[in-house]
């Protein structure tokens, strides 16, 4: 089943090179903004919930965070993917203390509370499935990225 | 009916899929349950109200309601339990 989530690749980053989790999330973050897909303030709300609520996941295979911010920041649902060239340092979301190392870097940009549930648990399908993460992992161009998302979603 | 409150960051994204686990799994025990979505700060306020309280995040406070952590639900890692372990509590 597909959804009516339609992807731009301009959201899809590889080879992130950045040292810390602030910069990947302001990469996404205002990509989005310039697409229109989220308002002002945006980026500020990520991350600032990303210190008080870390979206770290512990999964198997690559590690990969999910942040986000309220909806009612957010003009149209969708993704932006960034995938780092080195893993960089988000705390989980389990235990704020506990750093992990994150390859890949999911934001969701949802615009209603409660909404696109089939959209977040393939999300998390593709989180739980370790040869999908080391697929998007080992892209080497967007549109391998593109063609495992539109697999799955 | 017992009643689950679901608790993330937002309580708009990871909550979502969990409580939807949650009823699917819940249903095919036999177990009828309802889930209400709330952010984790507002746990400590709500949770009184219902039968069992499940988490994605880091809930620090206090609570007469059992709580389960359920980030397996979002890793996959032991998630089998934790699912028989919140509908043990429902039962």
Same mark, same amino acid.
């Given at each position: 089943?597909?959804?009516?989530? @339609? *992807?731009? +690749?301009?959201? !899809?980053?590889? +080879?992130?090179?950045?040292?810390?989790?602030?910069? !990947? /999330?302001?990469?996404?973050?205002?990509?989005?903004? @310039?697409?229109?897909?989220?308002?002002?303030?945006?980026?500020? %709300?990520?991350?600032?919930?990303?210190?008080?609520?870390?979206?770290? /996941?512990?999964?198997?295979?690559?590690? *990969? %965070?999910?942040?986000?911010?309220?909806?009612?920041?957010?003009?149209?649902?969708?993704? %932006?993917?960034?995938? =780092?060239?080195?893993? #960089?340092?988000?705390?989980?979301?389990?235990?704020?203390?506990?750093?992990?190392?994150?390859? *890949?870097?999911?934001?969701?940009?949802?615009?209603?509370?409660?909404?696109?549930?089939?959209?977040?648990?393939? *999300?998390?399908?593709?989180?739980?499935?370790?040869?999908?993460?080391? @697929?998007?992992?080992?892209? @080497?161009?967007?549109?391998? #990225?593109?063609?495992?998302?539109?697999?799955? =979603? | 009916? $017992?009643?689950?409150?679901?608790?993330?960051?937002?309580?708009?994204?990871?909550?979502?899929?969990?409580?939807?686990?949650?009823?699917?799994?819940?249903?095919? $025990?036999?177990?009828?349950?309802?889930?209400?979505?709330?952010?984790?700060?507002?746990?400590?306020? $709500?949770?009184?109200?219902?039968?069992?309280?499940?988490?994605?995040?880091?809930?620090?406070?206090?609570?007469?309601?059992?709580?389960?952590?359920?980030?397996?639900?979002?890793?996959?890692?032991?998630?089998?339990?934790?699912?028989?372990?919140?509908?043990?509590?429902?039962?």
């Amino acid at each position: 089943m597909s959804l009516d989530l @339609k *992807i731009n +690749d301009e959201l !899809v980053f590889l +080879d992130l090179k950045c040292e810390r989790n602030e910069e !990947v /999330l302001g990469v996404l973050s205002e990509k989005l903004h @310039k697409l229109g897909y989220v308002k002002d303030g945006y980026r500020e %709300a990520v991350l600032e919930r990303e210190k008080i609520y870390p979206t770290g /996941l512990p999964s198997m295979g690559h590690k *990969i %965070a999910i942040p986000h911010a309220d909806y009612n920041l957010v003009n149209e649902t969708t993704i %932006a993917i960034g995938v =780092l060239d080195e893993p #960089v340092t988000f705390q989980s979301m389990e235990n704020v203390d506990q750093p992990l190392d994150i390859k *890949i870097v999911i934001m969701l940009a949802i615009s209603e509370p409660h909404g696109q549930i089939e959209m977040l648990q393939k *999300i998390v399908s593709i989180i739980q499935d370790e040869s999908l993460t080391e @697929k998007i992992a080992t892209s @080497k161009t967007k549109a391998e #990225v593109m063609n495992v998302l539109e697999k799955v =979603l | 009916m $017992k009643r689950v409150l679901v608790a993330c960051g937002n309580g708009i994204a990871t909550s979502t899929v969990v409580a939807s686990k949650i009823r699917d799994y819940a249903k095919g $025990k036999g177990v009828e349950i309802t889930t209400t979505q709330c952010k984790l700060m507002e746990v400590a306020g $709500k949770a009184d109200y219902f039968d069992l309280v499940v988490t994605t995040g880091q809930f620090s406070g206090n609570s007469t309601t059992p709580v389960v952590r359920a980030l397996s639900l979002l890793t996959g890692i032991g998630q089998e339990a934790t699912l028989e372990s919140i509908v043990d509590h429902l039962r």
